[in-house]
Structures are given as structure tokens and as C-alpha cells.
């Protein structure tokens, strides 16, 4: 069993947190991949590296800790607060995102006009305002007052991460490359919904890592 965490996987831990919070700004990083990095998006970044260091060497980013905090997956443990705000983050953004890049495609479809910006603008805040609700309620998985489902719920986590994070960067290259025609943007959504449906099919029969079922007392440290 592992009682501490080495040094080389804290640190590979360390830039998940950084890349979760430097995008929680939706409509900022719109900009990112629509025009490229600037100048707001450097000092958020900065911001966020000091934040996420800070959070490091004091141990309350999850996977940074200096032990692990979940031993076995079934154990009924208080969910410290940093873990819960940094999923109920990553649970806002995976969330936020599908939702508004399907919304803007629908619409675009619809309507013949490219308003994903202004969606942005709009809904996002809206969105994950509603996301850190049901986490601030314990409403989402991995967020819950208590690890005592771990096991089961970090499946939802990780089968709907993968799914939004390999769809996602498809449909940014499908943007770059594809004229804004309707039948373009029918392509677009036809593979962004596709690539969440095939992924997250693949989570659900545990094929992606850490998505397989878990054995009821199984040890965390060994997945």
C-alpha cells in the first residue's frame, strides 16, 4: 500500500489543476482558441499558477496531497472541502461546455448565423453557477460529503472528462478547417455528439482508465 504520494506524482497532478482553473473563465477562453493567447489570459495565468502552487504545497489540490486521501474506495470519510470545490470546478466546465457548443451548433443550423460568442457571454456563468450549486448542495458525484461511493462515482467523473476532453479539441479543428456552411455545422455536431455518445459508451462498459468497476473495499492506491 501506498502511504505517501511520491514527489514526481504530485507533480504530474499539479498541471490537471492548473489547466481546470485557468479555463474556468468560459468566455476568456473562447478568446484563447478563437484569437490566441493575450495579455488578460497571462495574468489570469499567473494568477492561477500562484493559486494552484500555494494549494499544492499545502496539499489541498486532489492528487497533491502529500498521502492519499482515499484508501479504499468504499470507505465512508468526510470529502475534504478542496476536493469538492475542485470537481464541483471540473464538473462546471465539462458540463458547461458540451452544452453550449451543442447549443451553438443547433443553432447555427437553425438559423444560418454563428452566435456560439454571445452564448458564451450569456449562459455560461448561468451554467456553471448552477453546476457549483448542486455541488455546493453535494448534488454531484465526487463532490458529496462523504467518499463513501468513490468507487462508483469517480466512473461518472472520468467517463464524462474523457468524453468532453477528446470531443472538445475535435470539434476546434473542425472549426478551423471547415467552411461555416449549415451542412458544415450538421458534420460538426453529428461528430462532437458522436464522439461524446462512443466515449462515454466506452467509459460505461470501463474500457477508458478509471472508469472500471470498482470491487467493493478494493484498495484506491492500486488503480
Known sequence: MRERNKITYRLAHWP?????????????????????????????????????????????????????YIIRFTEDRPNPLYRRVCYTLAWSEVIAFAILNISGLTVAIATGAWRLRQMYDVAYF???????????????????????????????????????????PVLWLLWKV?????????????????????????????????TRPIVPGELAVSD
Open 16 to 68: 490537471i489543476w492548473i489547466f481546470v482553473f485557468f479555463i474556468a473563465p468560459g468566455p476568456l477562453t473562447f478568446d484563447l482558441f478563437e484569437r490566441g493567447f493575450d495579455r488578460r489570459m497571462a495574468l489570469w495565468l499567473g494568477a492561477v499558477l500562484v493559486a494552484t502552487g500555494v494549494a499544492g504545497l499545502r496539499g489541498r489540490l486532489p492528487g497533491v496531497e502529500p498521502r492519499p
Open 178 to 210: 471547415l467552411p461555416r456552411t449549415t451542412s458544415a455545422d450538421a458534420l460538426k455536431l453529428a461528430v462532437f455528439i458522436g464522439i461524446l455518445a462512443y466515449v462515454g459508451n466506452m467509459a460505461r462498459r470501463g474500457l477508458l482508465p478509471r
Open 126 to 168: 448561468p451554467i456553471v453557477g448552477v453546476v457549483w450549486l448542486l455541488g455546493a448542495l453535494g448534488r454531484l458525484p465526487r463532490v458529496k460529503a462523504s467518499t463513501e461511493n468513490e468507487g462508483h462515482e469517480r466512473r461518472y467523473f472520468y467517463g464524462s472528462v474523457w468524453a468532453v476532453c477528446l470531443a472538445q
